[in-house]
């Protein structure tokens, strides 16, 4: 019974698993057994007032309760106790309900056991009469034979004997039986099991005879496997059996080793022979071959058949055009690698494997043969190696990359099957060298097809810069041809400057795409290569990554800065737009292309870098850099151009004399005309930028005839002589407070940064060619209307209107340094010519 020692535990009333978990617990308790079923090891309560423990005492219980508990408690208690003895009834009732099925079922198997058992004793009691039966019969069979078992066994024993000695008479006369049929195994055979007993008692006359005749009978025997060797007609498993035979009549090992490997020679040189005849014909093969040619050629002529293409000249085709590198692979594979894995597991059979009594296991063969064997198959093997790699040279095309992938493959793959049987050779790892340079040298043939391929493109796009107006098929798109041979695009080329850029980006972001696909062949899961250590790790770090994507980007930048050293006066031959288009190509490679095709490769072939590999900053860096260079250099040409104009107008002309201007020359129209062009040209690709706040008059704004005195708006009037020299003072002092002009800065990826950089390099060209003239009243006057004709247009496309402003003011003021008469135009009438202008 669950209660303490006030008597106040009560039990649930619940039925369920929770009920019967409870039974079991208070039955538990009851035979004091813990949760694992074993008995409880805590110490017994030897409280008398505890109604659980053994030794309660009901009158002691009662008489505490009395004392210490008042009426109610009492009733309380009484009620509890009545609850809890209702409860065990109740459960002691369902444990015997729930049991009993179990106690009839454990009744009935134990009363079918008893039956069973009864059965099996009457069996047993039967099997043992019989036992019995069968020892007393077989005690009576040895007693009745006991005594004539000793001459059965004589008897037996002396048959045994004249048998053996029957085998031994007739044995010469079985072996030249043996000799007539060609059954030389069997004849070894036979003279192996009496060739013991007759060395025993060799010296018995009857036995030294017929030892003798064994002896010349398989001398002979010897002499025609010799001669069956030595003919080298016979089958690889007949040479293997000569072989063997041989052995077995203790032949010198060395010299059949030497033998086998020969004759083996002989058959697997035949076989190379082969191969090297589809990579390079015989001469007389060559001629026949061209004649047979020339002359269906001249037939076709003569009948009027079409050529399809450019007539067939004396030049002799390779073989290989009709043989492709899978076939040349799989004939090697299947003739002479074949063959040479039969020559070492029949060599390896015979004398490396094939254990020898006697002389022949003390002379240490196995070790002697293996030498032997492993240089036959290195000689062999280097020059079908030769072979293999002459043919795979001559894989030059990468139209078609799976037949050289499968064919490396299936190399590689037959390679294994020698290393196998030959463990200490180096056939694996020079084959597995042989992958590798082919796997490299593919993706050389790969990057200089893209660079080709870039080249072109960029052909192309010369062209289409050229005839912008014409219809050019395939400029930058198809880029001279498709590189994998894909069809070329027949769309007109894009004219503008952003679809040539689009055009030209796109062909090559697909090109190195189509180029990563077809190099991804190496590294399939079903290609036994790929995931090799020795050539995963390194072919997709350094051979598709580096050498590949890698050297193509820095190829891109090296070829893109070389248009900036192009020497001429205008720059050379590279049109100005071609580099503006270059640069924002290296640029656009800088801030996302670059990032996006390392990224691609990466997850494309799972690149992990194990060795040093070039950062994607350093790429970014070289491109940028590739970038500002070809933007200078542009900067440098377009203003060129338009300070060779500026200089000519300014060399050709005769300012002393020439006439009071009455309108704008048209070189400065033709200047302003070409900066506009620009403008919108370096618009196409970059964007506007960041420019400093124009003042309202900036078309306004007037010039004096001295940069350091714009407050002397009479000079005229007030000049003396040593007014010039006052001047010179003056502008002087006020160069050194003035900011300084650098004409060949960097200029930023934005177009006011581009025009401000050409419109410094024209006005800086225009400053020192009017600082190497002299100039009369109207030259100078001719240079206010110019150089404001200039100052009304120029502003709008550089970032601070004050540069121009000053170059400007020295362009006035140094022509009125070098000016006999200084005598300025009135403002009104220079901005009346420059409007009528």
Not at 158 to 168: I, P
Not at 171 to 198: D, F, G, I, M, W
Request: charged content about 25%.
């Amino acid at each position: 019974m669950d209660a303490d020692t006030n008597g106040s535990a009560e039990v649930s009333d619940g039925s369920g698993p929770d009920r019967r978990r409870r039974v079991h617990g208070m039955l538990k308790l009851y035979y004091g057994l813990n949760e694992e079923g074993n008995p409880d090891e805590q110490p017994m309560s030897l409280d008398p007032c505890d109604i659980n423990g053994p030794h309660f005492d009901p009158e002691h219980f009662l008489n505490k309760l009395r004392r210490e508990c008042s009426l109610a408690e009492l009733m309380d208690q009484e009620t509890c106790m009545v609850k809890q003895i209702r409860s065990l009834d109740s459960d002691m009732q369902t444990l015997v309900y729930e049991n009993y099925n179990k106690f009839i079922s454990a009744t009935d198997t134990i009363r079918k056991m008893k039956n069973d058992f009864k059965k099996m004793e009457d069996e047993m009691d039967c099997l043992s009469a019989n036992m019995a039966a069968i020892t007393d019969f077989s005690a009576r069979i040895t007693g009745t034979l006991q005594d004539q078992h000793a001459q059965i066994t004589k008897l037996s024993g002396v048959h045994t004997l004249l048998r053996k000695l029957q085998f031994l008479f007739e044995l010469p006369a079985r072996l030249n039986k043996c000799l007539e049929l060609q059954a030389y195994a069997q004849a070894v055979r036979s003279h192996r099991h009496a060739r013991c007993v007759l060395q025993q008692y060799s010296h018995l006359p009857s036995f030294k005879g017929i030892q003798d005749d064994c002896h010349a009978i398989m001398d002979k025997l010897a002499q025609e496997l010799r001669q069956k060797f030595r003919d080298g007609g016979s089958s690889a498993k007949d040479l293997s059996e000569c072989v063997e035979l041989l052995l077995q009549l203790d032949e010198p090992a060395e010299e059949l080793c030497d033998k086998f490997l020969s004759h083996a020679r002989s058959r697997l040189e035949s076989d190379l022979q082969g191969l090297e005849a589809e990579i390079r014909p015989y001469p007389s093969a060559a001629k026949e071959a061209s004649a047979r040619r020339l002359s269906s050629a001249a037939a076709l002529a003569v009948a009027g058949s079409p050529s399809h293409g450019s007539p067939n000249t004396s030049a002799v085709p390779s073989p290989t055009l009709n043989t492709d590198i899978l076939e040349f692979i799989d004939r090697g594979c299947n003739e002479f690698v074949s063959s040479l894995c039969l020559v070492i597991t029949s060599y390896q059979e015979l004398f490396v494997n094939h254990a020898q009594p006697g002389e022949l296991a003390s002379k240490s063969i196995a070790q002697m043969a293996s030498g032997k064997l492993q240089a036959f198959v290195d000689d062999l093997a280097a020059r079908y190696f030769s072979l293999v790699e002459r043919r795979i040279q001559e894989e030059k095309g990468v139209a078609d990359n799976s037949l050289l992938v499968r064919a490396l493959d299936r190399f590689h793959r037959r390679l294994q099957a020698v290393a196998k049987l030959l463990p200490g050779s180096a056939v694996q790892s020079k084959g597995t060298e042989i992958v590798i340079r082919a796997a490299t040298e593919r993706v050389k043939q790969y990057l200089s097809a893209l660079q080709s391929f870039y080249m072109d493109s960029l052909t192309d796009v010369r062209q289409a810069l050229a005839t912008p107006r014409l219809s050019v098929a395939g400029a930058a798109a198809a880029g001279g041809g498709a590189l994998l041979g894909g069809p070329a695009s027949g769309r007109d080329a894009p004219g503008s400057l952003p679809e040539l850029l689009s055009s030209l980006s796109a062909s090559i972001l697909n090109q190195i795409k189509a180029v990563l696909a077809s190099v991804h062949l190496f590294t399939a899961k079903d290609i036994t290569f790929s995931n090799k250590p020795y050539f995963k790790g390194e072919f997709c770090s350094q051979g598709v990554r580096e050498s590949l994507v890698v050297n193509f980007i820095k190829f891109v930048c090296q070829s893109s800065r070389q248009f900036c050293e192009s020497a001429g006066e205008k720059g050379g031959s590279t049109p100005p737009a071609l580099l503006l288009l270059l640069s924002r190509l290296c640029l656009d490679y800088e801030t996302s292309t670059i990032s996006y095709i390392l990224t691609l490769t990466d997850e494309q072939f799972l690149v992990q870098h194990h060795s040093p590999v070039t950062p994607v900053t350093t790429l970014c860096a070289e491109a940028r850099e590739a970038a500002q260079k070809l933007l200078n250099h542009y900067v440098k040409v377009q203003g060129l151009i338009i300070s060779q104009m500026l200089r000519k107008s300014v060399e050709t002309r005769d300012w002393v004399n020439t006439i009071e201007p009455r309108n704008v020359r048209a070189v400065m129209k033709r200047v302003v005309e070409d900066t506009t062009s620009i403008d919108v040209q370096v618009g196409l690709l970059y964007e506007e930028g960041v420019r400093k706040a124009h003042s309202s008059d900036s078309s306004k704004r007037t010039f004096s005839v001295y940069s350091s005195s714009r407050q002397q708006a009479r000079y005229a009037a007030s000049y003396t002589p040593s007014a010039p020299m006052d001047t010179n003072l003056l502008s002087n002092i006020h160069k050194l407070f003035s900011e300084r002009i650098d004409i060949f800065s960097s200029v930023e990826f934005n177009k006011v940064s581009v025009m401000t950089g050409i419109i410094k390099i024209s006005l800086k060209t225009f400053l020192e060619c009017v600082r190497l003239r002299t100039f009369g009243r109207y030259g100078l006057q001719q240079i206010q209307v110019d150089c404001h004709y200039l100052q009304m247009y120029l502003w709008r496309f550089v970032s601070d209107e004050n540069l121009v402003h000053f170059l400007l003011d020295e362009i006035v003021g140094s022509s009125a340094h070098r000016c006999l008469d200084p005598a300025p135009m009135e403002q009104s009438v220079i901005e009346v010519i420059c409007e009528r202008g």
